[in-house]
């Protein structure tokens, strides 16, 4: 995983590179034998990305790559923990990559629309604490288990940017992909095979310091930028047999679903 991420940084910072900060909520819905519990909790996000090069020939190219990670164990709902007397808690955390390549349809000085070929990989992960015992002390869950899936996306992608004044610009920006990929739960040993859909909404504001600016101490170089933006992606993957318990019984889940939504402050630069 580390040198994955370390090639496509090599890869895509060649041109332009920025660095957002942010902290966001981060949902779970799933269950078994139609019997559903949610998890929501605060999640710290750290982005690596640039979210729309322009190339010549109206061709762009924008890529993203985000590790998330939750501070605290949070606790199941009581829909599940209603009919199973159990003690349960989570952390949850993961590594998001989008990659796009396109082609604006309309540019004209700093404003454009494209559209875009998107692909990339999605690995969250939930870890679960498990510190009661069940039926009478027979059946001791006193342990930890993580749940990991790894899927794979592809789908297409529209944007835009439009210039308010001379060193601001607002963007927006959509994907919709389809996406396949397993969902392992080491307390059983298995692996589970899933499909689904990605969807992700990305609105920001862009301020460009087009000139040096002397700050006494330093200077500020021209092409370095701050984005302020909000950002919503969501999975979906379609009757899956996941166990966000952590018990690891093999049943049928149905559809399990996640999403995330973060405020973001970022600074980049334009070589």
Known sequence: MKKTVLILTLLTTIYSVEF?????????????FGIYGTLSTDVNIYSIKEPKYKLDNNWFYGYDISIYNSQSLIKIEDTISSFFPLDIAHKVGGLDINLQAGKDIYRQDDSSFGVS?????????????????????????????????????????????????????????????????????????????????YKEIDLSIVGINRENIDLGIITLPANIYTTLGYRYKSWRLDDTNIDVMGIGMGFSAGDFDMSLDEVYLGVGYKF
């Open 20 to 32: 957002t900060s942010s902290k966001g909520t981060y949902n779970i819905k799933a269950g078994m």
């Open 117 to 197: 070929v998107v692909t990339g990989i999605s690995m969250p992960w939930i870890n679960t604490d498990i510190t009661q015992e069940i039926i009478s002390n027979l059946w001791d869950l006193s342990k930890a288990t993580q749940t990991t899936l790894n899927t794979y996306k592809f789908g297409v992608g529209a944007n835009m940017e439009k210039k308010l004044y001379n060193n601001i610009s607002i963007g927006a920006r959509g994907v919709y992909a389809y996406q396949t990929g397993t969902i392992e739960n080491d307390i059983i040993n298995s692996s589970f095979e899933a499909d689904g859909v």
